[in-house]
């Protein structure tokens, strides 16, 4: 069983940065890959980066170049650095854990608030 515990979001302008942390706890953090998400007021949720074991990623178009994914195997903690913040990235941030390597996401965070004011 895996625990994902997101922090780091709040209330901020746009053009400002925030750093989002996940922590994890059960099972071996450094053999799954991680993802983070996002979920806006009336929308579905949707796909924002992905960090494979290997430290390889990838990004959803709307955020490429301006979040950065990233992971802490000593700290079992990945991390999502969002930079140039848009009134439309505010969401709810959730991570997620992919233990079975099958490209899916068995566990979930439960999600921290992110607010960008114009």
């Known amino acids: 069983q895996v625990q994902l515990v997101e922090s780091g979001g709040g209330l901020v302008q746009a053009g400002d940065s925030l750093r989002l942390s996940c922590a994890a706890s059960?099972?071996?953090?450094?053999?799954?890959?991680m993802g983070w998400f996002r979920q806006a007021p009336g929308k579905e949720r949707e796909f924002v980066a992905r960090i494979w074991r290997s430290g390889g990623s990838y990004y959803a178009d709307s955020v490429k170049g301006r979040f950065t994914i990233s992971r802490d195997n000593a700290k079992n903690t990945v991390y999502l650095q969002m930079n140039s913040l848009k009134p439309e990235d505010t969401a709810v941030y959730f991570c997620a854990a992919d233990v079975a390597l099958a490209s899916g996401y068995e566990y979930w965070g439960q999600g921290t608030q992110v607010t960008v004011s114009s």
């Open positions: 059960g099972g071996t953090f450094s053999s799954y890959h």
